[in-house]
């Protein structure tokens, strides 16, 4: 199975200020017959399901504010939220479905500081 | 819209036996890959299982391979995940999970199982 290491585990972060997760899968997840990474990031409210925020690794789903974005390629992947906002408050999974079984980061917890 | 709710959650003794359903409305179910996640209390997300339309091919995780099934009634636009044998450590909220269209991947609210004596 694919492992996948999210960094930090938490993070505070002010107001306005930028927040930064990173990613990293223990193989790459690009296919070269379409140069997609198979990266998806979520973000995960208390009692709620996940949300996925971006897929292909960089692209925002409709309806994400566009303080959110996704970047990287291959192994190395990065989620930033560019201006913190109180409704961010949540956890944040990346996850690789490039193979099934699909598999998660461990979570990143976000807060204000 | 699309919606899924899961059902079947409970309280359930270890080695006991359990069928969840994730009924799903506002797509076209019969076109997708569907699949079950799940999240034990205060942990992250765990792959269990999916399955193709028609149900022509599934794909598992390992760790719960052998106790657990997933199939799907195209006709009822309805998920199944068979539980059995089950232990203390799957407690845990399970997610039915849609792939594919908008949004890519769209997850249910969740139901909770409780394995405990």
């Known amino acids: 199975d694919i492992m996948m290491t999210q960094s930090p585990d938490s993070l505070a972060v002010s107001l306005g200020e930028r927040a930064t997760i990173t990613c990293k899968s223990s193989?790459?997840?690009?296919?070269?017959?379409?140069?997609?990474?198979?990266i998806g990031w979520y973000q995960q409210k208390p009692g709620q399901p996940p949300k996925l925020l971006i897929y292909w690794a960089s692209i925002r789903e409709s309806g994400v504010p566009d303080r959110f974005s996704g970047s990287g390629s291959e192994t190395d992947f990065t989620l930033t939220i560019s201006s913190l906002q109180a409704e961010d408050v949540a956890v944040y999974y990346c996850?690789?479905?490039?193979?099934?079984?699909?598999?998660f980061g461990q979570g990143t917890k976000v807060e204000i500081k | 819209e699309v919606q899924l709710v899961e059902s079947g959650g409970a309280l359930v003794q270890p080695g006991g036996s359990l069928r969840l359903s994730c009924s799903a409305s506002?797509?076209?179910?019969?076109?997708?890959?569907m699949h079950w996640v799940r999240q034990a209390p205060g942990k992250g997300l765990e792959y269990l299982f999916g399955?193709?339309?028609?149900?022509?091919?599934?794909f598992y995780a390992g760790s719960v391979r052998g106790r657990f099934a997933i199939s799907r009634d195209d006709s009822k636009n309805t998920l199944y995940l068979q539980m059995s044998s089950l232990r203390t450590e799957d407690t845990a909220v399970y997610y039915c999970?849609?792939?594919?269209?908008?949004?890519?991947?769209?997850w249910g609210q969740g139901t909770l199982i409780t394995v405990s004596s």
């Open positions: 193989q790459s997840v690009l296919y070269s017959s379409n140069n997609n990474n198979y």
């Open positions: 506002g797509f076209t179910f019969s076109s997708h890959n």
């Open positions: 399955i193709s339309p028609n149900g022509r091919d599934t």
């Open positions: 996850q690789q479905y490039y193979y099934t079984p699909w598999t």
């Open positions: 999970v849609k792939e594919g269209g908008t949004p890519t991947f769209y």
